[in-house]
């Protein structure tokens, strides 16, 4: 039977596509709230457990964030066959469309966006969880203008002082330490991507780029970038220090906040305290341990099943412990307020005081000092809760438009594997409360004369204000006054940053003639290296491998069920940590790395065993060791193919930012896409998957196996 909703969500047009499916609008069937539905197919997972790591840490890392930088991800519901992540609506499309649209940045908007790009990161790194794939093409951008950090599929808890072994990312915004292949701090290697990202904001380039993907690479590990002249010099001075080399030299995040040119609109970024200031209590026992909770921890890959059970019930703190704690809140959060209906502030409050959140939240303060922020947010949400302390009852019709009002192309009535909306999840609750209140509010706005705003210069002045609903009281939420924690759209600040918006100038189309960066430029750190052309290429690619994407199908068997994470983990939960395919002849890992940084890897792994390696062509590569057995045959040798696979959108990788670009029809039949480069190996979009398959093996099984972990670790 064919279904149109997905729990108390009608599903509607497409958004876009990636990997693992397709994103849909959905529309909320009682208020109209709109959401994005990742579609994801659950086959897709068994049969590619690295494509199944990468989404189960997908989803545990997303329910661990909860700011307004971040987009949010409200639940999971599943069919036998799909995985539905509903999604915070991020409205605005990706930041990298907005470049292609409007070229460089004037300074005050690019200043904007990174502000918000930075307390975002900040977020995600007190919680100890790096991105390693930020671009603009994963931040997106609400209806407002305010950054939402999207795709986790890389990301990786890091546990502190720990580096990173995987190089991943786009080889355009990874640092030099990823693209050389050695362990890295995942949050210096962040902090470079943002320099990227802040250089293609102030010019609409990008400083490291190259046709041939071996000089792209020395080129980022040179760090020899150039600096057009107009970038203002605070500016320059901050990309100076954000894309140096050397990771222990490069500026941190927290120096960032501090400098001249982040500070320089005077918006006020609050200090966000790292998640190990948390205070935890070890579990009684293990009998204690929840499930479901014990399973997304093994996801997030931070240790064994014994050392994971034994961090829980000891009384040292560990990150293990604190992550379940955060998890444990979550799902509290979200089954009380299932429970409860919109949860009053005092019973929120005193759960989260169970694990001394408020230590966390403003730093080492008291409770008292909980204050301002909280306070700010925390009764705001009240006052929300008075006006409307039951979001789907009476008044929210009148506001809202009905999904069918809203355009839903599928605006069909089934109720099949409809879960009512009065289960929502807790940040989902959350959401239609603020979504209705913001209806009020546009509502009253329409009936009272409009109000002559003074409009600052400043882009961010208005961002003091501390009214953020969206963080305000949910179980992870840090009080900010970030710009993005700015109030509802409809309030006159937001008003007035419209009002500034639109002052900013477009700097013109990116063309060889007007663009200054192509000008003469000075020599950067005494090196020069002229800037790359954003280039007219095409931007979007149509999906042309509708094999490689289920949900291109007419959508869904059977009714879904709201899971708090879903019932796929425990299938697989097994296999977490092993090499399934460790006992068969034909290992096949799968990857959504950058085919470029998967020979680095790759690579890594060789020098690891100390093995010889060899590229055959452009997608075989045979690998052995040095030592010989008596017959004088390598003690063992392995040839392993690499390809691309289904690519359901293609992008091009870098920032090939094209004001004049055309929705082009391409093929993009991944399978062939194996055009040398340099190295002689497959390439493809940034997005496709790799497939690497050991078709050939002889002499060490052990040699084998052990080779074969590590290469899946390393691209998992
Ligand atoms: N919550 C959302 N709101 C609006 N648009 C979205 C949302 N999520 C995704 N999109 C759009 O859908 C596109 C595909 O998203 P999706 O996350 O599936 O692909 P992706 O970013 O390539 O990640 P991956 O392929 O790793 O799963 C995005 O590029 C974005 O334009």
């Known amino acids: 039977m064919e279904i149109h909703s997905v729990g108390p969500f009608i599903i509607g047009k497409t958004l876009g596509q990636g990997t693992t499916g397709k994103v849909k609008l959905g529309f909320h069937k009682d208020t109209g709230f709109k959401v994005g539905i990742k579609i994801i197919n659950k086959e897709l ?37 799909y995985l539905f992540l509903i999604l915070e609506y991020v409205e605005g499309g990706e930041l990298f469309d907005y470049l292609v649209e409007k070229g460089g940045l004037e300074s005050g908007e690019a200043l904007f966006f990174f502000q918000q790009i930075i307390t975002g990161l900040e977020y995600c790194h007190s919680r100890n969880i790096c991105h390693r794939d930020l671009k603009p093409e994963n931040l997106l951008l609400s209806g407002d203008k305010r950054i939402k950090i999207a795709d986790f599929g890389m990301g990786s808890i890091v546990r502190k002082d720990a580096l990173l072994h995987t190089s991943c990312g786009s080889p355009h915004y990874a640092s030099p330490e990823v693209v050389s292949g050695v362990d890295y701090d995942g949050q210096k290697a962040d902090v470079w991507s943002c320099g990227v990202i802040l250089y ?36 320059q001075d901050l990309l100076t220090r954000m894309l140096i080399v050397d990771p222990s030299k490069r500026i941190s995040i927290k120096e960032i906040k501090q400098h001249p040119w982040f500070t320089s609109n005077n918006n006020q970024i609050q200090k966000i305290s790292p998640v190990e200031d948390i205070i935890v209590d070890p579990l009684p026992d293990v009998s204690a341990i929840d499930e479901e909770i014990f399973r997304s921890l093994m996801a997030l890959g931070l240790g064994t099943l014994d050392e994971v059970k034994s961090s829980l019930v000891s009384n040292q703190k560990s990150t293990i412990l604190i992550y379940y704690r955060l998890l444990e809140e979550r799902k509290k ?74 355009g839903s192309q599928e605006p069909s009535s089934s109720s099949s594997g409809s879960n009512s909306s009065s289960s ?227 992008r091009p990788s870098p920032l090939q930012l094209s004001a004049n ?39 060490s099984a052990n040699k084998f196996s052990n080779f074969t972990n590590s290469l899946e670790q390393l691209l998992a």
């Open 45 to 81: 997972l068994s049969t590619k457990p690295s494509m199944r790591r990468k989404i189960e840490r997908e989803i545990v890392l997303m329910k661990l964030i909860d700011h307004p930088n971040a987009m949010k991800m409200y639940e999971v519901y599943e069919t036998s066959k």
């Open 200 to 235: 293609a904001l102030l010019t609409g380039k990008l400083p490291f780029d190259d046709e041939n993907i071996r000089r792209l690479l020395n080129k980022v590990k040179n760090g020899a970038f150039s600096m057009p002249p107009y970038i203002h010099k605070d500016a």
């Open 333 to 406: 959060f979200d089954n009380d307020v299932n429970k409860y209906g919109y949860k009053p502030k005092e019973t929120r409050r005193a759960s989260l005081s169970d694990m001394s959140l408020k230590k966390l939240f403003n730093g080492n303060s008291s409770s008292n000092s909980n204050n301002s922020n909280n306070a700010n947010n925390t009764n705001n949400n009240n006052n929300s809760n008075n006006n409307s302390s039951k979001p789907n009852e009476s008044n929210t019709a009148n506001t809202v438009s009905s999904p069918h009002q809203q």
């Open 424 to 650: 929502s999840s807790g940040l989902l609750k959350q959401a239609l409360q603020q979504h209705h209140h913001q209806q009020q509010q546009q509502i009253h706005q329409q009936q009272i004369p409009s109000i002559s705003l003074t409009v600052s210069t400043d882009s961010n002045n208005s961002n003091n204000n501390s009214n953020s609903s969206s963080s305000s009281s949910s179980p992870m939420s840090t009080p900010s006054s970030s710009p993005s924690s700015s109030s509802v759209s409809s309030s006159p600040q937001i008003s007035a940053i419209k009002q500034q918006e639109n002052k900013y100038q477009r700097r013109g189309s990116m063309t060889a003639t007007t663009n200054p960066a192509t000008s003469p430029t000075m020599s950067h750190r005494g090196k020069t290296s002229s800037p790359i052309e954003i280039t007219n290429k095409v931007r979007k690619l149509k999906i042309s491998d509708s094999n490689a994407s289920p949900a291109n199908s007419p959508i869904i068997g059977s009714s879904p069920k709201k899971s708090w994470f879903s019932y796929f983990f425990s299938k697989n939960s097994n296999s977490n940590n092993n090499n399934n395919n460790n006992n068969n002849n034909n290992v096949v890992i799968e990857t959504k790395i950058d085919v470029n940084l998967i020979y680095v890897n790759l690579e890594k792994t060789f020098r690891k065993y100390g093995f010889d390696w060899k590229y055959q062509n452009n997608t075989h590569c045979i690998v052995k060791t040095h030592q010989l057995n008596q017959d004088g045959t390598p003690q063992f040798e392995c040839e392993i193919e690499i390809k691309a696979i289904s690519s359901p959108v293609s």
């Open 661 to 699: 670009s055309q929705s082009t029809t391409t093929t993009t039949t991944t399978t062939t896409t194996t055009a040398a480069t340099s190295t002689g190996v497959p390439s493809s979009s940034s997005d496709s998957t790799i497939r690497l398959s050991i078709i050939r093996k002889s002499g």
